[in-house]
Structure formats: C-alpha cells, structure tokens
C-alpha cells in the first residue's frame, strides 16, 4: 500500500537508483511488514540551485555530495 | 482552498494533462465539496528511471504504461 | 503506477472521502490512460489553524467551506 | 542533504519505526551516498478511511495489512 | 499559484503558526513575485516517534527543540 | 529538523530562489524557533502545462506570472 518519496539532489547514476528502490523495498518489507507488489519508491531530484539548507543554496556550499 | 498533487511516469500529452486537470477538479467540487477558484492540481512528472514498485525500477519492467 | 496526494481542510465525511477516492481513479484512469490495481489515492486533512492562504490563517478566514 | 517521505497505513509501533528510520537511513548512506548528519526520514500515517487502491477506500479493503 | 508546505515536529502554538504563514507569504511575495491570493501554506505536524534525522528518532535524541 | 518544499511554476533566476531559500530560512528560525542547521527548503519547479488552478491548465490561463 505505501509509498516512499525520495528528495535529493541530483546526480546519482540509474545503478544506484535501481539499488536505492530495491534496498528502501526490503527496508519497508522487514521492518514495517509491508507488501512489495503494492509498493511504490519515488526518487525526486532536484538541481543544487533550488535547494537550500540552513539558508545556504547547494550551489554555494563548498562541500558539493550530500 | 484544497491542492491536488499528482505523481505519474513521464509521457502523457498536454491534452491528457489539460483533461485530466479538469476531471480532478470536477472531482473535488463534486464530492468534496470544494470551491474551484483557489484549488491546485499539480501533476509531477518522474522519468521510469526514478520510480520503482516492488523492488522493482520502472526501465526494468516489462509492461511500459502503468 | 501512479499515486495521488490530496492535501484540504478537515471535515470531509468517510462517504464524501468514499466518493472522491473513486472519481479521482476514474479520472487517472479515462484522462491519463493508469491502470487502477496500483493507483493509490492518499487524503491529508489538515487543521485549519495549520493551513493559510494569501498570508490568513484558516480559523482567522469568514467562509469556512473551501 | 536528502531526505525521505513514507507514506502508510496507521498502525506500526514505535518500535517498526525506530528500526524503519534506521534501515532506510542506511539504504541511503550505503546506496546513494549520502551523509547520515543531515538526512531526515519522516513517516507519515493515514488512516485507512482516507486511503484508496484501485479506487477502493481501505476501510472498505478485505484484507487489511498492507 | 504556488504552495508551500512545511513539514515539521508537532507542538508549535496557533500564534507561531499565524506569523510564520505570514511569514512565508511574505518571502514569496517579495523574493519570488507571487501573488499572495492564491498561494497556500500548509504545515504538516508530525510527532517526534515519526521522524527521525542520522537514522535517530526524534523522540530518542537528546536536544528537543529543532 | 523541519524541510520545507515550495511548489510553483518553473522560471525564476537562480538569484530569486537564493534569497526565497534564505527569507523562508529566516521564517522558520524566526517564527517557529527552528535551528537553522538541519533546515531544508526545496523548490519544485512546474512546467506551466503541467498545473492547473480552478480546471484550466497554466499555459491556458491568461495572466502569466502567479
């Protein structure tokens, strides 16, 4: 029935993704008993110049992978 | 006063877009009773590579439309 | 594939929630071309004193349906 | 930098919870790279009379766990 | 035309919640030249046992406020 | 601890999102006593034929800029 919504920046390979959906599943399955079939992992990525943290924009930090 | 958010595999035509925008919000005035002036649907568009069901990511599927 | 978010006031009955639930699948459905077995509609109802549009607090607005 | 929206049915423990924070948190770390500091991880119940499938709310779902 | 929704820990007060909608308004109007009559702020309070940061959950950390 | 996440239509200079990110930042410190630290603001950006106010999709509204 669930579904997880992943905010991050952008730049992970579709490898890391594929991995990423598969390991968050196996999360959701042991430790929250829930079903696969139904389950749905979306990644949303989003450019380092419309995210900000502790109102600094990624694209002005100096440590760029987070 | 409501926002509606819809999350969906890219691919859909800007008349199924249009069309759907206005079945949503028909939808909300109908059964819930909601004023269409102040009311948003957004539809969020996510590439098959970022969205995975059952463990599953969305290029590694089989069937393509969902 | 899909999933939909509905984000409005509190209030709404479990019939009305019923109702919309069924309109909003049939809407992604006939306007998007989704199939329904995996199409989740989720309704987040929020307290008025929790929502604000053009800077007015919910509780602090006159009408009260939106 | 990321973080991480669950959405599901009410009824997990604090326990599954703990532990679901914790395993996604590591998919992250392990998967995408990302630094645990600043990650979030927010789970956010619905109850089943405002969830549907298919176009089925959940009160009205035979089976219950999903 | 734009929303923004705010997710945070429960337990902020109606008064906070008032001038913080104000707030954000504000910001957008004046940062990002929005219109103030059709854009929403909404706040999602979720409970500390539901949202954990570094794979900790809030409700097992030791500084509370955040 | 919170995240914010603003939802509008795409087009404003990478100048306007890093004074929107910093005023919403200040919101949050100032308003609802958030430590800035773990803060997130995320701007979603919306191609204007995939939102729709009161049924009409944005490239069909007449007055552009919301």
Tied chains: 1, 2, 3, 4, 5, 6.
Excluded: Y
Excluded at 14 to 24: F, G, S
């Amino acid at each position: 029935m669930p579904f997880v919504v992943v905010e991050m920046w952008e730049g992970r390979t579709v490898e890391q993704k594929r991995n990423l959906v598969r390991a968050i599943t196996k999360a959701m399955v042991e430790e929250a008993a829930c079903k696969p079939d139904h389950l749905h992992v979306v990644i949303h990525e989003t450019p380092k110049e419309s995210w900000g943290r502790g109102g600094v924009l990624g694209i002005d930090m100096v440590e760029n992978k987070s």
